[in-house]
């Protein structure tokens, strides 16, 4: 008798232990991931909020600075880009497209085409310095170079297809066609892109 009351108060002894040991460790795993799940919203919260503030200062950087082309004062809109550059070392490489764009306004096109080969140069894939590159060779009448470096933005981008193909238009009627009609897989409802296929098309048909 005394040993089978020895035994109950053991197991009861056993049981409390173990039901204080299932505490102690629910305690510490509930409180590791309460902990956990507060990290994770912080850091969340802290990483939102530096995102909205980077797209907020690159808004009034990109307003001001259209702002000072629209005005056709080219000094200021530089100094806008040269001081974001001071500002923001890590988007160098966006802002020297931006120069070369603000160039490009001004009408200096070999500038804008020395700055678009820089960003090309920091970013080989930098797929909008391609184009506008390649949209200030046409301009300058090098059909080849143009050619070039648009194709190189098509394989990169569908949407440049477009400019591709009205480069192409004066060098190769039949490599515009072909471009055209990439563009149009990709944009169906384009009318412009539709109506210079056409166009061209029949030119061709007619030994034009």
């Known amino acids: 008798m005394r040993t089978k009351k020895y035994r109950i108060i053991r197991n009861i002894s056993i049981l409390i232990l173990c039901l204080g040991l299932l505490t102690i460790i629910y305690n510490s795993v509930n409180g590791y991931f309460s902990f956990s799940s507060r990290q994770f919203?912080?850091?969340?919260?802290?990483?939102?909020?530096?995102?909205l503030d980077e797209f907020n200062d690159?808004?009034?950087?990109?307003?001001?600075?259209?702002?000072?082309?629209?005005?056709?004062?080219?000094?200021?809109?530089?100094?806008v880009c040269l001081s974001r550059i001071k500002e923001q070392p890590t988007e160098t490489i966006f802002i020297y497209n931006d120069i070369g764009e603000l160039y490009n306004s001004k009408g200096d096109l070999d500038s804008a085409i020395f700055y678009f080969s820089k960003a090309i140069q920091a970013k080989v894939s930098y797929v909008g310095a391609y184009a506008n590159r390649g949209w200030t060779y046409y301009r300058k009448d090098l059909y080849v170079k143009a050619e070039q470096d648009l194709n190189i933005a098509a394989k990169l981008n569908y949407?440049?297809?477009?400019?591709?193909?009205?480069?192409q238009e004066k060098i190769d009627k039949n490599r515009a066609v072909e471009s055209y009609k990439n563009f149009i897989l990709n944009h169906k409802d384009n009318l412009e892109c539709k109506q210079r296929l056409d166009s061209l098309t029949k030119a061709i048909k007619n030994g034009l």
């Open 41 to 51: 919203v912080d850091s969340y919260n802290k990483s939102t909020q530096q995102q």
């Open 159 to 167: 949407d440049y297809y477009f400019a591709l193909g009205i480069v």
């Open 58 to 79: 690159r808004q009034i950087y990109y307003e001001e600075l259209n702002k000072q082309i629209a005005l056709e004062n080219y000094d200021n809109a530089l100094r």
